[in-house]
């Protein structure tokens, strides 16, 4: 996988900065982190390619020669047009959980910038997984949709069960479940894109529902948005 590299301003957008003085402390605190995670993280990711059929009395999408449906409105209406789809999973390796927890017990400061720098390492990857999806649907003159992931809307959390047993992700990619569907590791991302009849990529227009931090985002909870 290509090397991927920690965007700053990503990081202190997801800390909340608006352009506050900085000492030269902070600078290196937050340069320290994003130092620390690049060598520390062991991004990996996977996907497979999947035709699809639309159940248009029950709006489910049927992913054909495997046993899952995806239900949901949402999903079904971002699937509508396509008849492939592929499914991913990333994640940063249980070594970043570590690194978080270990932080959390001696420097909380430094755990928040830690998990902010896995915020955005993680769309990075799922970033680096899409480029090698669009690469495959231009072979096939197909672009594709943006990525969206359960939990998202009404698409079900649960749907993470079959997606994850779909693609091995325990043995592939060392991601597991909790029984609440929850991931291990923490910062791991599974998601759906769509295959569309238009040549490119189609810009999602709410970057919210993509973001690792859904369910968690502080800027969220205040009605606002980070401005990716």
């Known amino acids: 996988m290509e090397e991927i590299r920690i965007d700053r301003l ?54 054909l020669e495997t046993n899952m449906i995806f239900r949901g409105r949402d999903i079904y209406e971002h699937l509508r047009s396509c008849k492939k789809c592929a499914v991913l999973a990333a994640t940063l390796g249980i ?28 769309e990075k990857v799922c970033d680096a997984a899409e480029r090698e999806i669009e690469a495959v649907a231009a072979k096939e003159k197909k672009g594709l949709n943006f990525r969206f992931s359960p939990g998202y809307g009404d698409f079900p959390l649960e749907t993470q069960k079959e997606i994850t047993a779909a693609l091995e992700t ?20 599974t998601a759906v894109v769509g295959f569309t009849f238009q040549i490119g990529k189609k810009k999602n227009t709410d970057r919210c529902s993509t973001c690792s931090m859904q369910g968690q985002c502080r800027f969220r909870r205040e009605g606002r948005t980070c401005g990716r």
């Open 95 to 122: 070594e970043v959980d570590n690194m978080i927890r270990i932080a959390q017990r001696t420097d909380m400061t430094r755990a928040v910038i830690l998990d902010a720098c896995a915020g955005d390492m993680i």
């Open 10 to 63: 990503e990081v202190l957008r997801y800390l909340g900065y608006h352009g506050q003085k900085m000492t030269e402390a902070d600078e290196r605190r937050i340069d320290d982190c994003i130092a620390a995670m690049e060598r520390g993280a062991k991004p990996r990711f996977i996907y497979r390619i999947f035709d699809i059929a639309q159940d248009f009395a029950r709006e489910e999408i049927r992913i």
């Open 170 to 189: 325990g043995k592939k990619i060392g991601l597991t479940l909790t029984e609440n569907s929850l991931m291990i590791p923490r910062k791991s991302v």
